[in-house]
């Protein structure tokens, strides 16, 4: 993405989605995920596009046979409702099965400037 411009949620979204598929049809799987794990923080405090990110997750799992990250997808799209209805998201988190389901992360700075902060605010939202 244009490093001059902000985009969208949506946006940034269908973008990292886009190059998720395309580093996946390419077998560049460490890429793909990359994507979806920025995509996954991106998405995540929205129910729809949280549970998108992790079943995109799931199906890259799926694919490149990983049963324990299959697994942890299959826990974290059930866990996902529960955390967008209470409000109690580990903001940053990948989404992936290597890190814990509840540990917040720092957020790149490109993606704290699409979701509207500075990045210079921590993972506590604080700056």
Known sequence: ???????????FLAEEYRRAAEASDEQNFEEAWH??????????????PH???HWRMLELAWRTRDWRE????IFRL??????NITGRLPIGNSGRSNVSAFARMEIEPEISR????????DVHGSK
Do not use: F, K, W, Y
């Open 78 to 83: 059930s866990l996902a409702p529960i955390g």
């Open 114 to 121: 699409v979701l509207g902060q500075s990045p210079a605010q």
């Open 35 to 48: 994507h979806l794990e920025r995509a996954h923080v991106v998405a995540q405090d929205r129910l729809g």
């Open 70 to 73: 299959l697994l942890g997808q």
């Open 51 to 53: 549970c998108v990110s």
């Open 1 to 11: 993405m244009d490093s001059n411009t902000i985009p969208s949620r949506d946006a």
